[in-house]
């Protein structure tokens, strides 16, 4: 196998909207992996900066089936990824070097436990709650700076019985992951993992 995306013009299609909306958040990477014939596409939300800061990071995860078997692990830029799909071109994913520290550990691949489902409604009222604490959090005029720490502070809590976190909440909203089934909430490993129709959402 080699490390080559390949991806059919439906997959594409759903990748590129991904990227759009995930192009607001995060540090523009993109980590993308595979083992067999399903490439997985993890971007931050937000993300630590290493040991010394105690922020949460937050994820957002799709799965794309591709053409055929590869395996890969590598990290690539944005911007040049969304372009890449958008012209119907494979993309070769590079060797894993350079890596931002949101990439270097990588969530369990086994022993999730189910904590609980949040209805897509909740879903969305959290969210709206967590929009409005950001705001409440923030001074008049605010640099990015100023408004990166205070959602990063109100993200990292937790906002239901499931474990759910207002980081999840906004994102599986910001990026549509919502359906109409609820929202599946597991743990392992010191991660939560949201699970919504279109993609899923992870924190710790």
């Known amino acids: 196998m080699h490390a080559i995306l390949s991806l059919d013009d439906r997959a594409r299609a759903d990748l590129v909207l991904l990227l759009d909306r995930a192009a607001v958040f995060g540090d523009g990477t993109v980590r993308l992996a595979a083992d067999g014939d399903v490439a997985l596409l993890t971007t931050p939300m937000t993300a630590s900066a290493g040991?010394?800061?105690?922020?949460?990071?937050?994820?957002?995860?799709?799965?794309?089936?591709?053409?055929?078997?590869?395996?890969?692990?590598?990290?690539?830029?944005?911007?040049?990824?969304?372009?890449?799909?958008?012209?119907?071109?494979?993309?070769?994913?590079?060797?894993?070097?350079?890596?931002?520290?949101?990439?270097?550990?990588?969530?369990?691949?086994?022993?999730?436990?189910h904590l609980g489902d949040v209805d897509p409604a909740r879903v969305r009222e959290l969210a709206m709650q967590a929009a409005s604490d950001v705001e409440a959090a923030l001074p008049a005029s605010p640099g990015e700076p100023v408004r990166r720490r205070a959602e990063r502070a109100v993200w990292a809590r937790s906002v239901d019985p499931s474990g759910l976190t207002a980081g999840q909440a906004a994102a599986l909203v910001a990026m549509r992951f919502l359906g109409e089934a609820p929202v599946r909430v597991t743990e392992s490993g010191g991660w939560m993992r949201a699970s919504g129709r279109a993609g899923e959402v992870l924190a710790r």
Do not use: C, N, Q, Y
């Open 51 to 113: 040991l010394l800061d105690s922020g949460p990071t937050v994820l957002v995860a799709r799965a794309a089936r591709m053409r055929e078997p590869a395996r890969f692990d590598g990290v690539v830029a944005l911007p040049a990824l969304r372009e890449a799909l958008k012209e119907g071109a494979d993309i070769e994913v590079p060797d894993a070097v350079g890596r931002p520290a949101w990439a270097a550990v990588s969530p369990p691949r086994g022993g999730w436990v």
